[in-house]
């Protein structure tokens, strides 16, 4: 029994080893398709932020224009009354006032 789980062992080993040492350089056309991938996973999700971004922005400014308009709207209806136009000057007001002003405390 053990002969058999030796004999596995080195067959899987043998497998394992049969296409020699991976190259971990981009020269690789596994991990070119992995960089490959990831950048147009990158561009797609930074398009995407881009995008939300100036809808929400969009709608912000629509939503401005609009809460404008009807604040114009509303302010052409309501009709306020002309200012009144200012009397003339009529000159100086002169008194015929002869009392004197008494004095508040009494001088000592």
Not at 33 to 50: F, G, H, K, S, T
Not at 63 to 68: G, P, Q, V, Y
């Amino acid at each position: 029994m053990k002969r058999w789980y030796l004999t596995f062992f080195w067959f899987l080993l043998l497998v394992a080893c049969k296409n020699g040492p991976e190259q971990y350089t981009e020269q690789n056309p596994r991990i070119k398709e992995a960089l490959e991938r990831r950048r147009l996973q990158y561009a797609a999700d930074i398009m995407a932020n881009c995008r939300r971004e100036a809808v929400r922005k969009a709608d912000d400014f629509v939503d401005s224009l609009i809460s404008a308009e009807i604040q114009i709207r509303i302010s052409d209806s309501i009709l306020f009354p002309e200012k009144p136009a200012r009397p003339t000057f009529p000159g100086a007001i002169t008194l015929n006032d002869t009392l004197h002003a008494k004095p508040l405390l009494p001088r000592r």
